[in-house]
């Protein structure tokens, strides 16, 4: 069904649009550090972990944030312990927040809006996210049946991100993850009936259903698992090498540490930078056409 626009909004969003309707593009939706304050490196809160070397509150500055809003440590953020900084991606989030939100106004010398802008980011970030996976279903041929529901989701979506610093913060966040994922599910089911770009000549037949499973750990070496429905899944460290994942469903899978060393990864569905970035590959991982092979790698 269309993604109706809640009711304390006060607009209507159910109603298609015509082609070129979506004003947003894929280039809106990467981030742009030179255009943003260091929101992610002051608004986030993070602990200690394997992800972080050290524990920040949110809305504090983190202590490598140097004196021009740079990483001191940006060139060796791994091996420094801060892999989930290197992961990180706020889709351009960031930079809609400070110069559209808060038309250029800085939080150094506006103090006013330090709490404002730092609540408002993962609500931003989420609704980039929305319109990153959105955007991707309007690349997809075989998804072309809900291709007018989509669009008229990302508009609805777009102007949520157009809203005032207080406006953003009473989204109902759960709510349009839902009517989002409705959307992105059956797009999937379409897409992983019929392979995009022919890299998959076989027919049809019955894909995996490994959707939200826990797969930690778990030893795939060279598996078929092409269109497999594996969102959600934790394949936290988990043997993926030479398996074949073309046209699989990847939105929200859990990659990190999971070892894709000649998997075949064309084709999938929803598979982010942050994904691959969290993952270990090397040069013969195979990737879609539209996916930077991590530095890392």
Known sequence: MPVDTPSHQGAAASDPLPEGAATRTRLDLVADCS??????????????????????AGGTPCPNLDD???CSIHARLRPAGFAG????DCLGAGQHLTQVTFTGRDWRTDPTTAGPMFAALPVMTQLHEMLWYLTE?????AARPVHAEVRSAVAHVEHLTDLGAEELLTVDLPEQRSLVGELLSRASSLARAHPRDGTDPSPVRSCPDLRGADLVGATFPEADLRRADLRGALLVGA?????????????????RGAELAGADLRET??????????????????????RTRPRHW
């Open 35 to 56: 255009r943003c304050l260091a929101l992610c490196c002051v608004a986030l809160p993070f602990e200690r972990s394997a992800e972080f070397g050290l524990t920040k």
């Open 68 to 70: 021009g809003l740079g």
């Open 85 to 88: 900084c290197a992961t990180y």
């Open 137 to 141: 279903v309007l690349d997809l041929a």
């Open 239 to 255: 043997d993926l090498r030479g398996a074949d994942l073309r046209g699989a469903d990847l939105l929200g899978t859990d990659l």
């Open 269 to 290: 569905l929803f598979l982010t930078g942050t994904q691959l970035d969290a993952a270990h590959g090397d040069s013969t991982t195979l990737l879609p056409q539209d």
